[in-house]
C-alpha cells in the first residue's frame, strides 16, 4: 500500500494562508499534530482574552492569532525552501512519486516572505506603540 503523495507547493500555500490555524501541518502529518493543535488554540485563547478583558485594545485581542500567523510564515518559507530529495525523504517516503518545484513556488515564496515581513514589523511596531505610549500613534 502507498502513502499518499505530499505536493510541496500546495502545502507551502496552505502554510502561508492558513497557517495561522495549521492547516498545513495537519496536511502534511496528519490530525493528531501537536504543533499544528497549538496553531488552532490561538483561537480559543483570543477568544479568552477577549471575554476575560473586553476594554483591551482590538489589537491584544487578535495577538494569539497575529503570532500564530507570524510562525505560520516562517514554516512556509521552511517547507518552501527545503530541498525537493529532503521533502521527499522526509513526507513522500512511500508514495512511489518525486518532487519537482516549479516557478510558482518561487513566486509563493517571495509573497510569503513580503507578507510575513510586514505583518511581523507590523505587530512589533504595533505593540511597542501600545505598550509604550498607550496607543498614541493609532
Known sequence: MTKPHKNK?????????????????????????RLGLMHVTS???AGMIY??????D????ALPIVISYCIGFIEALVIGLTPDEKFDAK?????????????ILAVLLVA????GAVTLIGTIARVFDLLYTGGAYG
Open 9 to 33: 507547493t500546495l502545502a507551502t500555500f496552505l502554510a502561508s494562508l492558513l497557517g495561522g490555524f495549521g492547516v498545513h501541518r495537519f496536511y502534511l502529518r496528519g490530525s493528531v499534530d
Open 43 to 45: 483561537i480559543p485563547i
Open 51 to 56: 471575554g476575560l478583558a473586553p476594554e483591551a
Open 58 to 61: 482590538w489589537f491584544f485581542k
Open 91 to 103: 513526507f513522500n517516503a512511500g508514495s512511489g512519486k518525486t518532487t519537482s518545484s516549479t516557478w
Open 112 to 115: 510569503t516572505m513580503m507578507v
